[in-house]
C-alpha cells in the first residue's frame, strides 16, 4: 500500500492533483487541489490507498492527521471515500472535529453529501473515538466553539450549495455527478452566492460534461 507520495505537482484539476515522482505521474484526488499550487519545490502527499473491484485510487492530504480522519470518517455507514474528501473540502478538520464533538449536526449537515440521518450517525459512531484527537488538532473546549463559529462564516457556500444540490438531485442528477462539479463551482462563485446562482453554474458545468 502506499502511505505518502513525495514529489513536484505536474497538473492539478479541480479534484485531483498529479505528483510526479521520479518521472512517475500518480493522480491523487484531494479536498482542495489548488492548494498544492501555492508550495515550490517538492511536497509531500499523505496517501489513502484505496482498491475496489473496478479501480485503484489514491486520496491525498497535508498531514497524517487529516489522513486519519479521512479514514475514520470512511468507517461510518454511508461515508463512502467521495463523501468523506467532500467533507474535507467543505471545512476544516479540526472544525469538523469539534462539530462532531458537539453533537451539532447543523453544522454536519452544511458539507456536501451529508444529510441529517448521516450527521446523526457521524455523531453516534464517532464523538467517543475523536476524544484523543483534541491534541492534534489542537482542538479544546475553549476554541471548538470558535472553530465552528470561523468555519461557518467561510461556509456560506457551502451552505448555499447544499440547497442547490438538492434542487439538482430533484433534476435527477446522481450525488457523484453533483460533488464531481462542487469544486469548480467553488472555483468560479463567489462566497455569498445566492444557491439559484451556484445551481445555474453547476448546470453549466454538468451540462458541459
Known amino acids: 500500500m502506499i502511505d505518502y507520495l513525495r514529489g513536484q505537482i505536474a497538473h492539478t484539476e479541480s ?7 521520479h518521472g512517475v505521474g500518480y493522480r491523487v484526488f484531494c479536498p482542495n487541489p489548488y492548494e498544492w499550487l501555492e508550495q515550490d519545490g517538492d511536497v509531500t502527499i499523505y496517501i489513502h ?3 475496489r473491484e473496478d479501480a485503484i485510487l489514491l486520496y491525498g492530504f497535508g498531514s497524517r492527521e487529516e489522513q486519519s480522519l479521512f479514514r475514520k ?5 454511508g461515508i463512502g471515500p467521495r463523501v468523506a474528501l467532500g467533507m474535507l473540502a467543505g471545512a476544516r478538520p479540526e472544525a469538523v472535529v469539534a462539530a462532531i464533538q458537539r453533537e451539532d449536526v447543523t453544522f454536519l449537515t452544511k458539507l456536501p453529501g451529508i444529510g441529517r440521518k448521516t450527521a446523526q450517525r457521524l455523531v453516534l459512531d464517532l464523538k467517543d473515538k ?7 488538532f489542537g482542538v479544546d473546549e475553549a476554541a471548538a466553539a470558535g472553530n465552528i463559529a470561523a468555519a461557518r462564516t467561510g461556509a456560506v457556500t457551502t451552505h448555499a450549495w447544499h440547497e442547490a444540490a438538492e434542487a439538482l438531485k430533484a433534476l435527477g442528477y446522481s450525488e457523484a455527478e453533483i460533488d464531481q462539479v462542487w469544486p469548480d463551482v467553488k472555483e468560479k462563485e463567489a462566497d455569498d452566492a445566492p444557491a ?6 453547476a448546470l453549466q458545468l454538468l451540462f458541459r460534461g
Open 15 to 21: 479534484d485531483y492533483t498529479v505528483i510526479d515522482v
Open 49 to 51: 490507498h484505496h482498491v
Open 73 to 77: 470518517l470512511l468507517d461510518v455507514s
Open 130 to 136: 475523536l476524544k484523543q484527537w483534541d491534541s492534534q
Open 196 to 201: 439559484d446562482k451556484l445551481m445555474r453554474t
